[in-house]
Nanobody
Framework: QLQLVESGGGLVQPGGSLRLSCAAS????????IDWFRQAPGKEREGVSC????????TYVDSVKGRFTISRDNAKNTVYLQMNSLKPEDTAVYYC????????????????WGQGTQVTVSS
C-alpha cells in the first residue's frame, strides 16, 4: 500500500517539545513537496508548514513561526516537524501530505495522506 505514516506525537506540558516524523511507505518521498496539517476537535483543518523537495524552501503559518521547524532527510524517506515552546492551542491531530504541485505557498491537490498523530499539550 502507498501511504504516509506519521509518528512522534504524545502528551507534553506547555513549553515542551516534540518531533514528528512523516515516513513514506511504498514510494520515494523526495519527488514531493510535503505539507503538515493539523486539526483540533470542532475546528477547521489548518495548514501548518510546507517544505520543497530539496528542503531549501519552507513556509509556516504565523502562529507557529519561530517555534516549529520543518526539515527532511530524503535518504531516510522522511520529513520532520520539530515543535518547540508548545502551547495548549497546538493540541491537534497532525497530518502530513504529499503535494501534487512542488512549489510551497500555492494551492494544490495531494497525492498521499498520512493517518495522523495526536499531539496533546496540557499541564
Amino acid at each position: 500500500q502507498l501511504q504516509l505514516v506519521e509518528s512522534g506525537g504524545g502528551l507534553v506540558q506547555p513549553g515542551g517539545s516534540l518531533r514528528l516524523s512523516c515516513a513514506a511507505s511504498g514510494f520515494t518521498l523526495d519527488y514531493y513537496a510535503i505539507d503538515w496539517f493539523r486539526q483540533a476537535p470542532g475546528k477547521e483543518r489548518e495548514g501548518v508548514s510546507c517544505i520543497t523537495t530539496s528542503g531549501t524552501s519552507t513556509t509556516y503559518v504565523d502562529s507557529v513561526k519561530g517555534r516549529f521547524t520543518i526539515s527532511r532527510d530524503n535518504a531516510k524517506n522522511t520529513v520532520y516537524l520539530q515543535m518547540n515552546s508548545l502551547k495548549p492551542e497546538d493540541t491537534a491531530v497532525y497530518y502530513c501530505a504529499a503535494r501534487v504541485l512542488r512549489q510551497c505557498g500555492l494551492p494544490t491537490a495531494y497525492r498521499y495522506w498520512g493517518q495522523g498523530t495526536q499531539v496533546t499539550v496540557s499541564s
